[in-house]
């Protein structure tokens, strides 16, 4: 049998922070990971390329986690994205800022964050433990007294950390196991749901428009013919739908959407960039300029060759219409296709493919000061398993390594 000070489940982002940040204190730890390698989910993140943070201000940043982004303000008191800039060149890692205010590493390989992070580990005396998954954890009174692995073997240590992460993404090792756990010891857990996941559409012209990438679109959502939000920015067509920035920062409110049986369509202005004077001008003009073509033709000048057939499609275009042959009121037709191509959303795709998950562990039951469980005597919390989640741009790793440097700060011996 072992005794440790320290025992850490779960060796992702948040888990190699808080391991190192004990380590460092002098404390025995001892890091768990069920996968055969730590940081594996890190490893693949912002296209394996590690979107580590954002340069987004206090106040801002918080914003981005809606209403349970209060929770943050103590965290990030402690340790923000200027401090985690700092962390990662004192470990040999430079970042670069890039378009969105996104810090990358300089190396543009998430491998040298998860490097820095393991080297950061052993430097502190961390001992890694993987493949060794944690199946149990036995509480007696009102404190963990140990935790039992799926090999039989018993650890113990006087503090605990849960850093297993979401439900996103199983593969790399965050199948839930720590909400199952919180749940046995006694904690709320707010029901994970999918988000910054990609939608299914019901639309027949998916196997043409798949990989189809539409750039500086504004997005509309409605649910029952009504607008719930408008976003602008950049989309891609795949097999079974959409995905991309806008669909998923809009996605979660989606899947709440369809949820409530509501009727949500996805509308896409093409030509968001012109307002209607200006649209019909240039539609007038180039019907003008190609005369005696087919409309296919012309609208090569307005649209990405891949959509030309489904936009004829759809406005009932014929392949053989020329350009002067349109009517004033075909030519509406088309303009209206212009700003508002829909799409019927059937669902989201499931959460094993949504890059967080909302829900978790109800951050009322938690210090926010130390990520202390309100409940148990000697259980901290860190990372995604945190009923928090933000929109891409390095958010959500800041909360993960923030949040996991707080429970590895305030851990006594
Ligand atoms: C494809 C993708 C791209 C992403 N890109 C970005 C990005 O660029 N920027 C950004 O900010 N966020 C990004 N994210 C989100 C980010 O990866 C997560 O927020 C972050 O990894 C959460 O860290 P964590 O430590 O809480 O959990 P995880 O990284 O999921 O780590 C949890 C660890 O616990 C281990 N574990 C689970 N159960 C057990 C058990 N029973 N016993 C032992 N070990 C266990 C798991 O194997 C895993 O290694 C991305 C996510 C995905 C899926």
């Given at each position: 049998m072992n005794n440790f000070d320290v025992i850490v489940i779960g060796a992702g982002a948040s888990g190699l922070m808080a391991s190192g940040k004990a380590g460092e204190q002098g404390l025995n730890v001892c890091l768990l990971e069920k996968k055969s390698r730590p940081g594996i989910k890190l490893s693949i993140t912002g296209k394996g390329r590690c979107n580590i943070t954002n340069n987004a201000e206090l106040g801002e940043f918080i914003s981005?986690?809606?209403?349970?982004?209060?929770?943050?303000f103590s965290t990030f008191n402690k340790f923000f994205n200027t401090d985690l800039i700092s962390f990662f060149e004192k470990h040999g890692v430079e970042t670069r800022l890039e378009r969105g205010g996104r810090y990358f590493p300089l190396s543009d390989d998430a491998h040298s964050i998860v490097n820095a992070l393991i080297k950061y580990a052993k430097e502190n005396k961390v001992k890694i433990k993987t493949?060794?998954?944690?199946?149990k954890i036995v509480k007696e009174n009102n404190s963990i007294k140990e935790v039992i692995l799926s090999n039989g073997e018993i650890l113990k240590a006087k503090k605990y950390i849960l850093?297993?992460?979401?439900?996103?993404?199983?593969?790399?090792?965050?199948?839930g196991d720590g909400y199952k756990f919180a749940k046995q010891l006694g904690h709320t857990v707010i029901h994970p749901t999918p988000a910054l996941v990609p939608i299914v559409l019901d639309c027949p012209y998916l196997k043409q428009l798949n990989g189809l990438k539409l750039k500086n679109i504004e997005l509309t959502v409605l649910a029952n013919e009504k607008e719930i939000m408008k976003l602008f920015g950049e989309l891609e067509f795949t097999i079974f739908g959409l995905t991309g920035p806008v669909i998923l920062t809009v996605s979660s409110e989606i899947y709440s959407l369809l949820q409530e049986n509501k009727k949500v369509e996805i509308s896409i202005n093409l030509k968001s960039s012109l307002d209607d004077k200006q649209l019909d001008q240039r539609l007038v003009r180039e019907l003008n300029n190609f005369g005696s073509l087919p409309v296919r033709q012309m609208l090569k000048e307005l649209l990405p060759l891949q959509l030309i057939d489904t936009f004829m499609q759809i406005n009932n275009i014929k392949h053989t219409k020329k350009c002067f042959e349109v009517s004033k009121l075909e030519r509406q037709q088309i303009f209206n296709g212009l700003r508002t191509i829909k799409f019927k959303v059937s669902s989201t795709r499931p959460i094993n493919e949504a890059i967080i998950t909302k829900g978790g562990i109800a951050l009322t039951e938690i210090e926010q000061n130390t990520m202390k469980s309100k409940l148990i005597d000697n259980l901290y919390f860190c990372g995604e398993i945190l009923d928090l989640d933000g929109p891409t741009g390095g958010f959500n790793l800041q909360v993960a390594f923030s949040t996991g440097y707080l429970a590895g700060t305030n851990l006594e011996a």
């Open positions: 981005e986690f809606g209403s349970n982004g209060k929770f943050l493949s060794c998954e944690v199946a850093a297993t992460g979401g439900l996103s993404y199983p593969q790399t090792g965050s199948t």
